[in-house]
C-alpha cells in the first residue's frame, strides 16, 4: 500500500474489519456486501467482476493467516480506497485492495468486559449516503474515544441529527427502557452493524423484538440497560452511563449470545 495513498491523503476509502475463527472469515459475505455498498456510495469501481475480486480477497486473507500462524482467533482488514492521485477531483475511480491480518490472544467475545460509558458533547455525526459504512473518514470516532478515556469511560455515546442517539465510538448500541428494547435506526447515521443486525434477528427468534427507531438522547437518562454490539468484541452490556449505574443481569444477554453463535457464519 503506498504511503502517501488517497485514503491516506483525503480519507477517500473504506474498510472491513473482520472476525476470524479457526480460518474461518465470519459474515464474510455481509462484509463484503457493505464494502459493495460503500464503493457504489463512494463511487469507486472494482478492478474486475466481483466473483472475481472478492475471491482473490479471500485467498489473501486465508494466505496471510496462514503466515500469522493459523491462530485460533485473529482479525483481518480489508482497505479499499480510490487509486491514483489528484486532489479533491481524483485522476481516476478505480479502487484498490490491500489486506492485513492479526493475531489475538485468545476468543475476543469472551474478552470484552462490562464497559462505563459516557455521552461525547463536542460533535454528531450526519445522515449521508455512505453513513452506513465504514469510511477512512474516522475523526468523530477517534475524538469521541480519546474523550471517554479523559473521563475514564470505556466508550462514548455519539449523536445524531437533532442529537438523536446514534451510536458509541466503537460498537452499535440497544437500550431497555421500561421493558422494551430499541436501537437508533440508520436515520441517526449510524453505522449499518453487521452484528446488531444478527442480534436484531436472534431478539426476534427469542420473542424480545427490538424496535429500530429515533431514539432521543434524553431516553439514554432513563434507560435501565444498556448493550454494545460489534464484530471483534461481541455482545456485551454497559456497566453505567456517565456515573449512572446499568442494570447487568445476563440472563437475556447470555440467551441472545447463544442464539447468535448457533446461527450459520
Known amino acids: 500500500m503506498p504511503a502517501f495513498n488517497r485514503a491516506f491523503r483525503f480519507g477517500d476509502g473504506l474498510f472491513e474489519t473482520i472476525l476470524i475463527r479457526a480460518g474461518q472469515p ?15 456510495a463512494l463511487g469507486l469501481q472494482a478492478p474486475e467482476d466481483a466473483a472475481a475480486w472478492h475471491a482473490r480477497l479471500a485467498d489473501e486473507v486465508a494466505a496471510q493467516w496462514k503466515q500469522a500462524g493459523r491462530p485460533a482467533f485473529a482479525r483481518a482488514r480489508l482497505h479499499v480506497y480510490r487509486d491514483g492521485g489528484g486532489a479533491y477531483l481524483p485522476e481516476t475511480d478505480q479502487a484498490v485492495a490491500a489486506v492485513e491480518v492479526a493475531a489475538y490472544p485468545g476468543d475476543p ?76 435506526w440508520l436515520a441517526s447515521g449510524r453505522l449499518d452493524g453487521i452484528l446488531l443486525r444478527r442480534v436484531l434477528e436472534a431478539m426476534a427468534r427469542l420473542g424480545m423484538p427490538c424496535e429500530e427507531r429515533r431514539i432521543a438522547a434524553e431516553e439514554t437518562r432513563h434507560c435501565e440497560s444498556l448493550w454494545l454490539c460489534n464484530t471483534q468484541r461481541g455482545l456485551y452490556p454497559a456497566r453505567s452511563l456517565d456515573g449512572r449505574p446499568l442494570d447487568l443481569s445476563e440472563v437475556s444477554l447470555v440467551r441472545v449470545r447463544e442464539a447468535i453463535r448457533q446461527m450459520p457464519a
Not at 166 to 175: D, G, K, P, R, T
Open 26 to 40: 465470519a459474515c464474510w459475505s455481509q462484509h463484503l456486501a457493505r464494502l459493495a455498498k460503500g464503493m457504489q
Open 109 to 184: 467475545w469472551l474478552q470484552a468486559q462490562p464497559a462505563p460509558l459516557c455521552w461525547w458533547p463536542e460533535g454528531a455525526l450526519s445522515l449521508t449516503p455512505w453513513s452506513g459504512c465504514k469510511t477512512s473518514n474516522a475523526l468523530p470516532y477517534i475524538l469521541a474515544s480519546r474523550y471517554a478515556r479523559a473521563q475514564g469511560a470505556s466508550d462514548a455515546l455519539i449523536a445524531g441529527p437533532g442529537g438523536q442517539l446514534a451510536e458509541a465510538a466503537a460498537s452499535n448500541v440497544l437500550i431497555c427502557a421500561g421493558g422494551r428494547w430499541h436501537t437508533p
